[in-house]
């Protein structure tokens, strides 16, 4: 048998490290959704450790290096010398032409002390990505003190030295708000409106950089007409330039602005005593907004923003604080309780609210004595019995034993007649 020929052999090779070029793309793959920092993940091994093969078909596979994770704690002096030899350039050379989505994250998330060098870390990091900007897709900031996180305005104006040609995701955000101690300086007013911001489909923005975006010269959000995700954190009247009228200005814009948008989400959401007692207004989003999400928010606030956007498909309140007076929410079609602690007032909530899918995730004190109280408050009542109910689900909620809830479902079953069927999911 004649053995193969060379020309046959290189063709071979060369087959096989097409095939790994793909799988090495596939695997370094990471889709933007709707909810982007879902994507946020630690920096993976690097495969080309293998063998030498693998490592000359990485180097030369640019969306491999396309998702960059820089961490901003890492190293104590982000100085443009030290970056110039770090591993982001690395990323950065090997990516290109690729486009590349950027994460600045923390590996402390929360320091025990207030960490000083964060803010010039993160400018020194930025300036040396500023070349790189027309590539970039998407940009995540993750800071411990919003004092730390560029101005926003001044991030996507036409003088910034950054290029966002194809930015579809931008996020800055922080773990805690000392706006009020350290206020952002004015910045510079523009000549030109931000253009560059216009391709953005989401965005997550700090309070106080949102009221600094709605101020004049600005409007930022006008011109984000196709923005199809907005989350904003920190917006309480501790922040720096907090105003109702600016408050207003926010709803406004997503109802005659935002006609594109699909999620809203708001994290750390309060609002005066004297703005949540207050006449409810005329809905501003009737069935516009797909999902809602609210995350660490009481019970009055989380009222002000029900009764501003009235009907989402889906509604996720993580975190949230629920208290009297009982916060009455949309009609949506989903309602999903994530990481929620005190469930004394939610059988109440939840019978008023009375959908066809409701969820649990993550709720570890939820226990058997709350799906008892569910149930008799639901036959107790005229309307709103959990009649409507379809779907149930308890993910990753340790404290209730699936006994109880199956107890719960039978029992429902003979009590309610005319209830609609149920599918029950646990994991």
Known sequence: MDSPSSNGSNAQIASNANILKIIFEHAAYAPIEESPENNIRPRRPYLGQVCKAWDAIITNTPAFWASIVVY???NPTHTE???ANSPLKTYLSRSSPHHITVYLLRKVKVPHALDLKEKSAIHSILTALAPHSPRMSGLFIEANASSSLPSIPDLLSAHSGFVFENLKCLMATSNCDDSHILPLPLPLPLSLPPIPAISLTYLNIDGRNLFLSLNPPFHLLQHLSQLEGLCVNH??????GFSMALVDKLFDAIINTLVKLR?????????????????????LLPCSVHRLVIRSTASPSMQFIFQRVTHPDELGLIGCFFSEPKVLLPKSARLVFERTV?????P???????????????????????????????????????MNLRTLKFLNCPGLPAEAIIEFLEYRKSMLRHAAATCLLIA
């Open 81 to 83: 010398e030290r970056l």
């Open 72 to 74: 901003i704690d890492s």
């Open 342 to 346: 005190d469930f004394d007032i939610l």
């Open 235 to 240: 917006l309480t009247p501790r922040v720096d």
């Open 348 to 386: 109440d909530i939840i019978l008023e609210w009375d959908g066809p899918t409701l969820e649990f995730h993550s709720c570890k004190s939820l226990n058997a004595f709350f799906l008892t109280k569910l149930l008799d408050r639901a036959v107790t009542r005229s309307t709103g019995r959990l």
């Open 263 to 283: 999620t809203l989400g708001f994290d750390e959401f309060e609002m005066p005593p004297n703005a949540t007692s207050l006449p409810s207004p005329d809905p």
